[in-house]
């Protein structure tokens, strides 16, 4: 059941009018302007026990995605593919609005948002992960992390997620004599990655459009579209969230910014995956 | 008066809206919470029956919560007594605080056991509502004349349109019922029925026919209809009794 | 060829269930059906049937999840076990989970909360079968039973599916369609307003074919409003037909 929250925090009347006021001059509340991003930092392969990871910053937001490659069963109906499970936790030490416990609707929805740009962009060659079609398969864990909610945290895990697939690496696995998958020494290659995918945010407050909103400019936001891309412009996939509504005019212009705002993401991407792996 | 601040209405009178139908352009009065206004326009908010008069719109929603006003006459159950109150319920989303000093007992014999004698849980009461703000529960009273505990007779819950409909325009059925059985019917506010002062049979004669009109299309029922049907139910009734 | 291979519309631009690209299933819509909720809707659009009741305003417990200047909106989009081709668990899914959200928040888009402050208002929305358009054709109930119960709103909700087969954009795509499409975009508004309250898209599109199916949806979505209009006006009519008669 989705219930209304009743424990945002309160955003100061005053502090929504600052906002809005600083808006129609072409500023906002950390200096921005209305299309500029946040400074986004990436590490690769921050955890050296996953096969692939990345540590994401866009400003104060942080986010950690792990991957684990791991033998699994494959789906009924896609019997020759391997499989990518995208989950996502709002670990209770990165704000004081996450709980312990199992992930409320937002992780949900977050992972659902990242998951489904990789599935129906087929980002990801699957059919490489069937070790032995029907049977055997291998299943790509990419456990997204939020340490730090500073807002924002859909366009930093899909940084994150993107940035960690592109550097995982398969590890070795054989079939042994019982027909199990046992991991061996050192690794089989890298996952291939057939297209990139991303995803940027614009949020409406009152009638302009901002890129990657801080918590704040979340919370007093009309409503957030989150769109992912391909690099070649190709929309795959759109979220409309919070609860007030947009017009076709907004939508078109949210679209062109959020295309704006990808650009600059793929560009971080490209210089970080290029950097060598981190020792 | 000039022109150019007349409303331009898009409804006549007694037409049926739904929320988001445009009701008017201009400068309009209104007093209902179920009409909203965006620039110069007002909707609709509910499905409801508007009623114009010289360019004023009222409008009455067909179904509803019962939120509580002051003066008006509610039927209430004891749901808890406190230390110097009683939490009623009164078939609305607010629960109603009948305080002691409302009642006839004097604030100093406030005693849960005092107050628990007077009124227990499950106490069926006849109140006023003398304030309400929708921040804090409705406050009640019974102080005035008619109102207390409700000792004899039944109380039965209608639809809040069926009610509406009987309290304000066609009072006519409820008095049709009351002098065909033989039983005092009071309407309350909150879309509650006491039905007293008869023989049983006939109550519950009273409550059949008042049930039979608490549809949506109520209207399709008439006088006469209601008076034919208690006089064919009463024959039988007679018939097996005798 | 769609991701299973299926040939999903043919050279005519007919669909497999005889459709053209734009046009809907045949739709029907029912309200009041339920004797407890305060309000009720069924509706199916061809053989999705979603069956949507509200229960409130009513006092919220406990209290301490009430807001003090509006009420709370407690949203389920849940999927009878029976509903789909294989028995769904009844447990939520990470699905459900998606959807009450989101459903939620288009509801807190036209629902005047403020009026019923400390209250909750609560949408049970049921889906008794599944063919494609569940949470369009859940919104378009959900906001009819809202009506019914008498819940303050700034407009009727309707939604529609949009999505993509064989590479030609479709009108309220059935589950084939949408298993085996390239994309599946549900939208919903509030018609008479002009504003978008659900916008979501899964599968891929160019910016013109996004464009397009957006188009494709509003006027459709439009088509669906006068058919709830209808509803709730036959619901209402006969009543003051007889009063103005007098």
Known sequence: MSVTPSTYPLVPKIQKDTILSLLEVGKRADGRGLEDIRKVKIIPNYIEKSDGSALVNIGDTVVLVGVKVEPGTPYPDLPDEGILMVNAEFVPLASPLFEPGPPDENAYELARIIDRSFRETKSIDLKELAVQPGQKVLVVWNDIYVLNHSGNLIDASAIATLVALARTKIPNYEMNEEGYLVKKEGYKGTLKLTKKVITATVAKIGKYYVADPTEEEEYVSDARLSVSFTEDGTIAGMQKMGAGSLEEGDIDAMVDLAWKVSQKYFSEISTAIGLPPQE | ?242 | MGKTGLKLIDENGIRIDGRKPDQLRPISMDVGVLKNAQGSALVSYGKTTVLAAVYGPREALPRHMTLPDRAILRVRYHMAPFSTTERKSPAPTRREVELSKVIRESLEASVFTELYPRTTIDIFIEVLQADGGTRTTSLTAASMALADAGIPMKDLIAGVAVGKVNGKLVLDINEAEDSGGEADMPVAMMPNLGKIVLLQLNGTLTRDEFKEAMKMSIKAIKEIYLIQKQTLRDKYAKMTEEEKEE
């Open chain 2, 1 to 242: 008066m000039n022109e150019i601040s007349k409303p331009m209405l898009y409804v006549q009178q007694r037409d049926i809206v739904l929320p988001g139908d445009l009701i008017a352009e201009g400068k309009l009065e209104t007093t209902s919470i179920y009409v909203y206004k965006e620039g110069n326009r007002y909707y609709s908010s509910v499905v409801g029956m508007v009623e114009v008069k010289d360019d004023k719109i009222a409008l009455t929603p067909m179904e509803h919560a019962y939120i509580p006003r002051p003066n008006d006459m509610v039927i209430g159950l004891i749901t808890d007594v406190g230390p110097t109150y009683w939490e009623v319920d009164i078939n609305s989303p607010y629960e109603g605080q009948l305080p002691v000093g409302e009642t006839i007992l004097r604030q100093t014999q406030a005693t849960v056991d005092t107050l628990r004698k007077f009124l227990g849980i499950g106490d069926q009461v006849l109140l006023k509502v003398i304030a309400f703000d929708r921040l804090k529960d409705p406050v009640l009273s019974m102080r005035g004349k008619g109102l207390g505990k409700i000792t004899v007779g039944k109380v039965i819950e209608i639809s809040s349109m069926t009610a509406s409909i009987l309290l304000f325009r066609k009072r006519s059925l409820v008095e049709t019922i009351a002098k065909e059985t033989g039983t005092a019917i009071f309407v309350g506010n909150n879309a509650r029925i006491w039905i007293s002062g008869g023989e049983p049979l006939m109550e519950d004669l009273a409550i059949l026919a008042l049930k039979k009109i608490d549809t949506p299309d109520m209207s399709s029922i008439s006088i006469s209809d209601i008076v034919d049907y208690i006089r064919e139910e009463k024959a039988k009734r007679v018939k097996q009794n005798g």
